[in-house]
């Protein structure tokens, strides 16, 4: 399938694993590995191609799984996460769920020897994890308000289903693309304000009018440790009808020519370079069999971010969504059954995700509302958070990533909630913690970004970080870049202090009281 002439002796590591037998392969074999348990399987299916299943092994917690799910617009029924949280009671302390950056929900504390019972259970309430990992197109994210943002211009909720069947046989796996170059992100925004952080993706659509409505499509955005690039226009404008077909020539393009040889280059934007924008395009109309129209002069993204946490009005007359605060995103089963029972008991049993790793519930009438507004689990989950706790987005980090070089989700929860305490706040700022230079937590896109590293200090090595600045999201979204390398954890805080005060008009409380 691919262009270079390569022999398998000389490929890399995981092109070689990816040659001796698809990733995909490992679906038909879940219940031989669940009878040999983790210890005896094979060691490169159980530490990478298992991941084609959504299934990771984590080296921090051997025996421990993580299960990544598929989750199409970010969107669940109140069906599936009892599922999820049946699935996560059977592990007690160890079963816990993170929401993703993508929109999307991790599962942990999962044996190897459950995992027959648990895609049992899936494939009942139409759950599906499969090419969720290594190199397969990631979750599809789309825009968290669809359908029920009177603003909108487009609602994505089925072009996003409608990619995600294509890519993966309606959740079957489809081994036309479980073997690309490396991972691929796709994103589609829906409404004016780039809920989706299009600029990161490989591959995007974002509301433009030319013919009447359509997508201006942007190509090429990635961040890993090596080189971190925003998305370039392709000079395409496509209709929604396009788009499906779009996708499918775009990732066939790169699956036969995408550059495989050196890992740290095979990201899509890597044969943009090499090709130029200009040919990438012309191999994209010659798959696509047809010309693409240029894009439109400009797209409609002229709104600033919404984070969607707090009340809103829907365009149905008489509903509203409301956004919950989740701090850093962790979910445990209880969290996730009360969760599941607001969604139905005062909305319509639809729960949404958000790329900041917050969830929605909808459809929420206005005559239950202030009842809604007394649920206990608000207390925790709150829709009014404190203004730097709103927007705080934390990777995975050491906890359950071998990839980590600091401890994140913990540490960013505790620095927030010091700074609140010594800062009075005017507006949200977003503090984006990331664990290592893969950058997962988007540095990149935040106002303060947290990138993980190792710091030498007094002879010692402690955990520290790089501080990112000037991140751009929504209209005229643009990414950050590193001002300060190598500070101490132990020392950020005042570092921290400093840059709010600064730079996004903080103020101490001691002084805010002495002067008034
Ligand atoms: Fe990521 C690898 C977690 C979003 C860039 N990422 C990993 C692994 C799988 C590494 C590992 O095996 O331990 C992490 C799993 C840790 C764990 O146990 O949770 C991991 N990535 C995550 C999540 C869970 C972070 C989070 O807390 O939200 C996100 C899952 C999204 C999902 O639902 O699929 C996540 N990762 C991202 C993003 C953000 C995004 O997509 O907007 C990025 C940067 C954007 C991009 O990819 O262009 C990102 N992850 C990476 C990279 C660097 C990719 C590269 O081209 O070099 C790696 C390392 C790799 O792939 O080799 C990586
Ligand atoms: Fe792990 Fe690094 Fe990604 Fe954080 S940024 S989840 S530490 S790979």
């Known amino acids: 399938m691919t262009d270079t002439t390569t022999t398998t002796n000389s490929l890399n590591k995981f092109e070689k694993l990816k040659a001796e037998k698809d990733g995909l392969t490992v679906k038909g074999e879940i219940e ?5 348990g983790w210890e005896a399987m094979d060691e490169t299916d159980r530490d990478h191609r298992l991941k084609w299943m959504g299934v990771f092994f984590r080296p921090v917690t051997p025996g421990k799984f993580m299960m990544r799910l598929r989750m199409p617009n970010g969107i669940l029924t109140s069906n599936q996460i009892l599922v999820l949280a049946e699935v996560l009671q059977r592990y007690g302390d160890d079963g816990s769920a993170d929401i993703t950056t993508r929109q999307n929900l991790q599962l942990r504390g999962i044996r190897i020897e459950d995992l027959p019972d648990i895609f049992n259970r899936f494939n009942a309430v139409g759950l599906t994890t499969v090419q969720s990992g290594m190199d397969n197109v990631r979750n599809i994210t789309g825009d968290p308000v669809a359908g029920l943002d009177a603003d909108e211009l487009y609602d994505t909720r089925d072009l996003v289903q409608q990619i995600q069947d294509m890519l993966t046989n309606k959740g079957e796996g489809n081994a036309e693309f479980t073997n690309l170059p490396r991972k691929f992100n796709i994103a589609i925004a829906g409404g004016r304000d780039n809920s989706v952080h299009a600029e990161i993706n490989d591959l995007a659509f974002v509301p433009a009018f030319k013919e009447g409505f359509g997508f201006n499509v942007l190509v090429g ?5 090596k080189r971190c690039e925003a998305a370039i226009p392709l000079n395409a404008w ?9 996708c499918r020539a775009i990732i066939e393009v790169y699956r036969d020519h995408g550059l495989r040889a050196n890992r740290q280059k095979a990201r899509l934007m890597w044969l943009i370079d090499e090709w130029g924008i200009v040919k990438f395009r012309t191999e994209v109309e010659k798959r696509l069999g047809k010309s693409l129209l240029p894009a439109a002069a400009k797209d409609e993204i002229d709104w600033e971010k919404r984070d969607h946490i707090g009340i809103y009005k829907q365009k149905q007359p008489g509903l509203n969504y409301v956004g919950l605060h989740i701090p850093v995103g962790r979910l445990y089963a209880e ?7 607001l969604a139905e008991v005062y909305g319509s049993g639809e729960i949404r995700f958000t790329v900041e790793q917050n969830i929605i519930i909808p459809n929420i009438p206005h005559s239950r509302l202030e009842t809604f507004l007394t649920e206990p689990l608000l207390e925790r989950f709150s829709v009014h958070p404190g203004l730097l706790a709103r927007s705080l987005v934390s990777c995975t980090g050491a906890q359950f990533c071998n990839f980590a070089l600091i401890e994140t989700k913990n540490r960013a929860l505790a620095t927030v909630k010091a700074l609140e305490a010594e800062l009075i706040l005017t507006r949200p700022v977003r503090i984006h913690w990331t664990g290592c230079p893969n950058s997962c937590g988007q540095p990149q896109v935040a106002d303060i970004g947290l990138m993980g590293t190792k710091v030498r200090k007094n002879g010692k090595t402690l955990e520290g970080v790089d501080i990112y600045m000037g991140g751009k999201v929504g209209k005229d979204a643009h990414l950050g870049t590193c001002v300060t390398k190598s500070v101490p954890c132990e020392d950020l805080q005042p570092v921290l202090q400093e840059l709010l005060i600064a730079h996004f008009g903080a103020k101490l409380r001691q002084e805010a009281l002495v002067s008034s």
């Not at 496509?238 to 779009?246: G, N």
Request: hydrophobic share 60%.
């Open 335 to 341: 969290d996730m059954l009360a969760i599941a029972r």
């Open 32 to 36: 031989k590995f669940a009878n040999l």
């Open 221 to 225: 955005g990635f961040f890993s440790a």
């Open 238 to 246: 496509v209709t929604p009808e396009e788009v499906v077909a779009l």
